[in-house]
């Protein structure tokens, strides 16, 4: 088997985990999501010659990620173990495992990120995206920005200028199909009505989640009326993401 060389991870391959709260700011974490782990082993080394497995040893989780080396007939296996997070403890520790087994096998851009802290978002700082990444010749982040789960840009990094901010009024790019708002000044109750007027469409077509829809609603009602809004509000692509976090 010659050196198998993995490409490097895409933006929506990302998992953004806060590792602890302290102060009102969250330290938060790069991870690859386990599809990605997936993906990248069936399309590099095909998907009837790869394996993975987990099992304990001295009260420690391990994890193990074999690929089949044709020119030697045998299986070549890399393992390492991980650590929990102090948020959604187990989550976290098979997310790390899996971040470490794939550095072990070259995926390790992610130990390159910088540190990431935002202002705690009181909801568990959940439903973060990392929207834009760029890597150098040797696999380290040289630019990163991730966004909150209402869209909004929460963090940039540019390695060449060694810059950290926290963005308030940027926004990941819409859908041109969805209609936006400003949510800002005046306008605040009419966007509040823009969102009741898409659930009412929503709420009619075939399998909604109606009981999902009106959480998501009086969610986001709630949120504007009380902190305003900076930016535009996309509907359907805030709707797919709160369905897609319950699905997970």
């Not at 790069?30 to 782990?37: E, G, P, T």
């Not at 819409?174 to 969102?195: H, L």
């Amino acid at each position: 088997m010659n050196n198998i060389t993995f490409r490097t991870l895409r933006a929506d391959e990302i998992e953004v985990r806060p590792s602890h709260v302290k102060e009102g700011k969250a330290n938060m974490l790069l991870y690859i999501d386990s599809r990605a782990v997936v993906s990248l082993l069936n399309e590099t080394v095909g998907n009837m010659n790869w394996q993975s497995e987990f099992y304990g040893v001295n009260g420690q989780t391990i994890g193990r990620i074999g690929i089949y080396d044709e020119d030697r007939n045998m299986w070549v296996w890399k393992s390492d173990t991980g650590s929990e997070s102090n948020i959604e403890a187990e989550k976290g520790l098979i997310s790390d495992i899996y971040k470490r087994v794939m550095s072990r096998w070259g995926v390790c851009e992610l130990y390159s990120a910088p540190k990431i802290s935002v202002s705690d978002d009181g909801f568990g700082n959940s439903g973060y995206k990392v929207v834009e990444i760029l890597y150098n010749d040797h696999r380290e982040i040289t630019h990163l920005v991730i966004a909150n789960r209402f869209g909004k840009e929460v963090f940039r990094w540019d390695s060449d200028k060694q810059l950290q901010t926290q963005a308030s009024t940027t926004t990941v790019p819409a859908s041109k199909a969805t209609v936006q708002k400003s949510t800002t000044g005046d306008n605040r109750n009419e966007v509040i009505q823009s969102i009741k007027d898409n659930a009412n469409k929503v709420y009619r077509l075939e399998g909604t989640n109606q009981e999902e829809l009106k959480k998501f609603v009086n969610f986001y009602v709630a949120m504007i009326e009380e902190k305003g809004w900076k930016g535009t509000f996309n509907f359907d692509t805030l709707f797919k993401r709160w369905m897609d976090r319950v699905k997970s």
